[in-house]
Every structure is written in C-alpha cells, then in structure tokens.
C-alpha cells in the first residue's frame, strides 16, 4: 500500500522555466510534509516542509503547496537551474513526534539548459 | 548545521564476513535515528529505528539478526549486516532526526557490494 505517490517518475524543464513536482497521499493522518532532493550515490538533502496547518510554505526559489482536501502537495522551483536536476522525494509524518516518514518513488528532474 | 556523515563510503566485501557501518550527527545530538536501503530507482525502505540506549525497532520484513543496529550514543548509531550475501548489496543510508518534528538529515550512504 503505498501512501505517498509521486506518480510522474520523470520530469524534463527548460532552464529559468518553473519546475513544478506532485505528490499525493492517501493517509489523512498525515500532519507534515517534507521534499528531500537526492543525487545518484549521495544521502537526499532536505529542501523544504509544510505544516498541516499551512497551504504554502516559501524558501527562495522553492515554494511547496498542500491542498489537504485533495490530499495533494506540489513543489514549485523556479526560476529552474541545471544545477536542480536530481531526483526529488515527498515525504509524509503522521503527529508530531512521528517517529516514521514514508516516502513516495521520486521524480527525477532534468533541467535542459 | 544539521550535518551527519557516514562511514565508509563505500565497501566491497566476500560473501559470509560482517560489514559495520557508522552514522554521525555531527553538530548536533541526535536521540532518533534511522536506517534507509535504496535499490536501484526505488524509493527508499525504511528498515529501522534506533533510539539512543534503547533496542533498535525494525520494520516488517528486515531481520534483526541480519541487521544488527547499535545507538550507544546521541551523535553515533552502527548498522552491521552480518553474514552478508550478494542479495544484501545496496546502498544504505542513515539518517538523524532534528526537532519535534519529523525533519530527517540524512547521510551521503554507504554503497555495499557483496561478492
């Protein structure tokens, strides 16, 4: 059962164009999101988290979106840089203090110069 | 801040030997940490949960005895697959937990390749 879903695995942009990744979840326990990017062979690094309490959370060029009556979160880039492209993970926690997150598969994103 | 390094980087090991990989919160204390494995273009698996003096708790489907994790402190956790197999072959991943939320830093990875 999967909870977080990235359903697009891949996602190409033009450079300066905006880059926008979507993710949804099923369990509406789910309180905190979370968007790590990860590079072949490295750890993911954190980008940006939203609360439930909030629709939109901006850091720099990175804003994500919640629409909790969808169950649905998106994360916006832009403008794009090539330095962007990687593969991209939504997490989700349930209750503050969640021990777990559950990831969705990723999208990868390329950015065309 | 928020950094947390893992050793090795990488490991090449024969069948039947026990591989220890360490995880390191660097600049801060972490009392939860957690262990990842990544299969190739796959999301990554949670495998457990180890919290500073207390037995690690695994997820459903990773062996315990396979998979020992040791959390003696609050800057260091071990993962040991012992008796590694081809199949244990992968990269495995650490991450610490910052704040009551569930914000994870995560390690570079360890890539383990079993011969």
């Known amino acids: 059962d999967q909870q977080v879903k990235q359903n697009s695995p891949s996602l190409s942009v033009q450079e300066g164009r905006i880059s926008i990744l979507n993710c949804d979840y099923t369990?509406?326990?789910?309180?905190?999101f979370l968007w790590y990017k990860k590079y072949p062979a490295e750890g993911p690094t954190f980008l940006i988290s939203?609360?439930?309490?909030?629709d939109k959370n901006e850091d720099g060029r990175f804003t994500v979106f919640l629409n909790k009556s969808a169950k649905h979160l998106s994360l916006h880039i832009v403008p794009s840089q090539p330095g962007d492209s990687a593969v991209y993970f939504c997490a989700a926690s349930a209750g503050q203090g969640a021990q777990k997150l559950v990831f969705g598969q990723g999208t990868r994103l390329t950015i065309n110069p | 801040g928020a950094v947390v390094s893992q050793h090795p980087s990488w490991v090449i090991c024969k069948s039947g030997t026990s591989v220890k990989i360490e995880c390191r919160s660097l600049?801060?204390?972490?009392?939860?940490m957690f262990w990842y494995r990544q299969f190739p273009k796959k999301s990554l698996m949670l495998m457990a949960t180890s919290n500073e003096g207390s037995k690690a708790t695994y997820e459903q489907g990773v062996e315990k005895d396979k998979f020992l994790i040791n959390h003696a402190s609050l800057t260091l956790s071990t993962l040991t697959v012992t008796s590694a197999h081809p199949e244990d072959s992968s990269f495995y991943i650490c991450?610490?937990?910052?704040?009551?939320?569930?914000?994870?830093?995560f390690g570079p990875g360890t890539r383990l390749t079993v011969l």
């Open positions: 939203i609360s439930s309490i909030k």
């Open positions: 600049d801060f204390q972490a009392t939860t």
């Open positions: 369990n509406s326990m789910f309180d905190y």
């Open positions: 991450s610490a937990r910052l704040g009551t939320y569930n914000e994870q830093f």
